[in-house]
Nanobody
Framework: QVHLVESGGGLVQPGGSLRLSCVASGSMFSIYPVYWYRQAPGKQRELVAY????????YYEPSVRGRFTISRDNAENTAYLQMSGLEPDDTAVYYC?????WGQGTQVTVSS
């Protein structure tokens, strides 16, 4: 298992941008895919984006496609979720997941 810590959340106006980071401990981070999930109040946790270990395959939930970009830096044991064109419906706690481990989450609030 790896230990994951997310950061970068906050309050942003509609149309704004944020970059979330997920820093992993341990040497095995680079061989596992990374997933970003989010959970809005009263809703189930949903998969937002995925990246494989070599950054060759990506997946985006349709509502974020074209606005969010997932990336990773294996040398830094870090994954990112660049979010632009943020909308109120993007408000949620965002979690990263890798190798069966979850971070504690970071709150993203989109509001004017």
């Amino acid at each position: 298992q790896v230990h994951l810590v997310e950061s970068g959340g906050g309050l942003v106006q509609p149309g704004g941008s944020l970059r979330l980071s997920c820093v992993a401990s341990g040497s095995m981070f680079s061989i596992y895919p990374v997933y970003w999930y989010r959970q809005a109040p009263g809703k189930q946790r949903e998969l937002v984006a995925y990246i494989d270990s070599l950054s060759t395959t990506h997946y985006y939930e349709p509502s974020v496609r074209g606005r969010f970009t997932i990336s990773r830096d294996n040398a830094e044991n870090t994954a990112y979720l660049q979010m632009s064109g943020l909308e109120p419906d993007d408000t949620a706690v965002y979690y990263c997941n890798s190798h069966n481990s979850w971070g504690q989450g970071t709150q993203v609030t989109v509001s004017s």
